[in-house]
């Protein structure tokens, strides 16, 4: 017996050894790859999306001009403090050198590109940029505090013991409190999808649950537009006056938002059993296949009144957008549901997989020019659809890389509001708002599970846990997990919260 107990405690040793990773290994790989340039602009042959971009992983090329009588061009790269780096390259637009690059410490820098005549003079400026050399991956990192799946589940029972919630019993509009229910569609389908959740984990509470969930719902659909309106059956992007955004932009409709009442309909049709539910979310997809644009995508934002676009901005679909066509699909067996599905993939490869013009798309952000406000939810919703559905897989994992780039911090934070109290490591929202916020964290969390179930790669996988480990560390006791993860103070919005809980799911699953 005891010669059994030794072998298997041996076992157990070994097998242990075998799961913890090989640190040095991973974080060379991570500093090879940080090597590599993302979609470097060629004028004429692919755009430079970095024109507003603030900081790097991997070494950039920046849209700098050729100069008249220019030979070849000598890049000047100087610090805030040492002394600046020089060397050649032939053209303006050439990537900072690699190893250059590598030896760089995370600081703010200049580099100015000069056109040098054949005699080697100067004959011009080709070019100037101040950037931030951004830190690399360099684990281990600290360790999670909980279970990926109980940290979830304690998301979703916090979501059911909020008072703002539980006051819905009692309430027929959205409960005072609360002053995010200002985005009911946004707002309302995460409370639906985590009330479903915790009626799933914890039957003791599932008839309040569902009863709270099928209340929200209703009212989404009392406030929906009426058959035959250009937005049949779509939920308010904005209601009330309990935020500016919401006040100034009523009326309005940015079309990714009832995406997520349709998904929220159908989670709740399958909890109950009940088809009213499931019509709700279908009536919405069909609308989408009936507004669908020869491009395969929609406006991003169109005015109730008419379905006519407030501005020039086409909507990225994203998993929401996905999600609702697939599964009415799936539940209909009406195939011009698939067809639009496939028709707004279509739209993401000819568009912003090759634009790389991932507009940031939020209802309290007025849309901006291309390239003016990117951001990662749309890109990484992106890889993950071409993970799953099995082709594309470089262009996914340089979709995630890209992601990471420009809004993964690992540690070091760029000098920028309030970055001394960052808690790392943590991933940023979008240009206009480049700060850590946990959803970004559950976009970057999600997407390095979906690229590790496919490719296997380990380095993927440590990046992903990486995250969720700082997100079960900073989760409160009452099971909530604030926005913002730096110092600041206000609303935690229950939708971020709920996404961060299912990408800990599907972190989890991936493992």
């Known amino acids: 017996m005891k010669s059994l107990l030794f072998a298997s405690l ?100 200049t580099v100015k590109a000069e056109g040098m005549a054949a005699d080697g003079t100067s004959v011009g400026v080709a070019g100037e940029r101040k950037f931030y050399r951004a830190a690399v991956f360099k684990g281990p990192y600290a360790p999670a505090k909980t279970d990926y ?29 609360y002053d ?17 959740r915790h009626a799933k984990y914890e039957p003791k509470d599932a008839a309040r649950a569902l009863a709270l ?25 904005y209601w009330g006056d309990r935020r500016a955004p919401a006040v100034q932009w009523r009326g309005q409709n940015m079309l990714s938002y009832p995406t997520h009442a349709a998904n929220a309909y159908f989670d709740l049709a399958e909890a109950t059993g009940d088809a009213k539910y499931r019509d709700a979310a279908l009536n ?64 993401l490869l000819k568009g912003p997989c090759v634009n790389w013009n991932w507009d940031g798309q939020f209802e309290d952000v007025d849309p901006l020019p291309p390239y003016r406000n990117l951001q990662k939810g749309a890109p990484v919703d992106t890889a993950n659809r071409l993970f799953a559905k099995g082709g594309n897989v470089e262009l996914a994992r340089e979709i995630v890389a890209w992601c990471e780039d420009q809004f993964t911090v690992w540690s070091d934070p760029v000098h920028h509001m309030d970055w001394k109290h960052w808690k790392m490591p943590t991933a940023l929202e979008q240009y206009e708002y480049y700060t850590p916020i946990d959803a970004s964290m559950g976009d970057m969390i999600g997407a390095y599970a979906s690229a590790y179930r496919v490719t296997k790669d380990p380095l993927l996988l440590a990046k992903g846990k990486a995250l969720a480990d700082n997100i079960t560390r900073h989760q409160r006791a009452d099971g909530t997990i604030p926005t913002y993860f730096d110092s600041r103070k206000g609303s935690d919005w229950v939708n971020c919260m709920v996404y961060v809980a299912d990408r800990l799911e599907a972190l989890a699953d991936a493992e």
């Open 10 to 109: 041996s076992a157990f040793i070994v097998a242990r050894a075998f799961a913890q990773p090989d640190w040095t290994a991973l974080n060379a790989q991570a500093r090879r790859e940080a090597l590599v340039p993302i979609r470097p602009g060629v004028p004429g042959k692919a755009p430079f999306w970095n024109g507003h971009a603030r900081a790097f992983i991997h070494p950039p090329a920046f849209s700098f001009t050729n100069v008249a009588g220019a030979a070849s061009y000598r890049f000047t790269l100087t610090p805030e403090q040492g002394a600046p780096v020089a060397w050649t390259v032939p053209e303006p637009w050439t990537p900072l050198k690699a190893d250059v690059w590598n030896s760089l410490a995370p600081a703010y820098y």
């Open 149 to 177: 799946r109980a940290a979830a589940r304690r998301v979703y029972a916090s979501v059911f013991n909020l008072p703002h919630v539980q006051a819905w019993a009692t309430n027929d509009d959205p409960p005072k409190g």
């Open 180 to 196: 995010l229910y200002c985005y009911p569609a946004k707002i309302l389908s995460s409370m639906i999808r985590a009330l479903v």
């Open 213 to 237: 969930a099928r209340k929200m719902a209703d009212w989404m659909i009392a406030q929906s537009q009426p058959a035959g309106a250009p937005l049949a059956h779509c939920p308010p992007t």
């Open 284 to 347: 919405i997809a069909r609308t989408f296949v009936r507004i669908q644009e020869a491009d395969g995508t929609w406006p991003l934002k169109v005015f109730e009144k008419d379905g006519k676009p407030v501005r020039a901005n086409r909507l990225v679909p994203g998993r929401y957008v996905f999600r609702m066509l697939d599964v009415a699909a799936q539940v209909s067996g009406d195939k011009a549901f698939s067809d639009c599905a496939d028709r707004a993939l279509g739209f």
